[in-house]
């Protein structure tokens, strides 16, 4: 079973802050990496998804992948109280149809 | 429109009742997924029906089965469920059946509660 890895937190960040979440993957032949927003009793929420080396940003959400590294993060600029939720961090398997899943990590945004 | 809808939003069936979860995606998938959720872990994958064909099950009880009647509909029927079933249950579709390069979208859920 290749491993997606995250920290579980909780992430206490101040209100207007950057909040950075970090995932490693163990399968050197991935290539997709998915973010997903979970609020609790919620299903989870695509919000990023990249595929190349590098950043790409949306809004106040930037993934940055570095594939040398089998890394990928998430960052949150101006940070909100809404923002508090459980990220998860998702990567394609070998077998092509499923994601794997890292554990989440939660983030509270504090005002 | 990236909705995938989910039928019942909230199940309480008791271990001999036979009940079927729906969902539907009106966005031209290809691929429909089903996913189980317990508390504070993440989905684990169920089913994978790409081109209305079961493509995994991941050694799922034959106690869930699974249909897809055309490419936007997908069932999960449920027979003599235990309790240690209860979770969230989740639809996913994407444009094609692969990972790779291919973005799920989740449903709302549903919530099974087996007594």
């Known amino acids: ?111 | 429109d990236t909705e995938v809808t989910q039928t019942p939003k909230h199940l309480v069936m008791g271990m001999t009742n036979k009940k079927s979860l729906k969902c539907e995606q009106h966005m031209g998938h290809r691929a429909m997924y089903w996913y189980k959720q317990k508390a504070k872990k993440p989905p684990e994958l169920m089913f994978v029906y790409s081109y209305e064909k079961l493509s995994i099950n991941e050694s799922v009880p034959s106690r869930f089965s699974p249909e897809c009647p055309n490419s936007s509909l997908l069932n999960l029927h449920l027979h003599a469920l235990q309790p240690e079933d209860s979770a969230l249950y989740l639809c996913a579709s994407s444009q094609a059946g692969l990972a790779t390069y291919n973005e799920q979208f989740f449903g709302p859920g549903t919530r099974l509660t087996v007594l």
């Open chain 1, 1 to 111: 079973q290749k491993e997606v890895e995250q920290n579980s937190g909780p992430l206490s960040v101040p209100e207007g802050a950057i909040a950075s979440l970090n995932c490693t993957y163990s399968d050197r032949g991935s290539q997709s990496f998915f973010w997903y927003r979970q609020y609790s009793g919620k299903s989870p929420e695509l919000i990023m998804f990249i595929y190349s080396n590098g950043d790409k940003e949306d809004g106040r959400f930037t993934a940055q992948l570095n594939k040398a590294s089998q890394y990928v993060s998430l960052l949150i600029r101006d940070s909100q109280p809404s923002d508090s939720a459980t990220y998860l961090c998702a990567v394609n398997s070998n077998s092509g149809y499923a994601l794997n899943f890292g554990k989440g990590t939660s983030l509270l945004v504090t005002p």
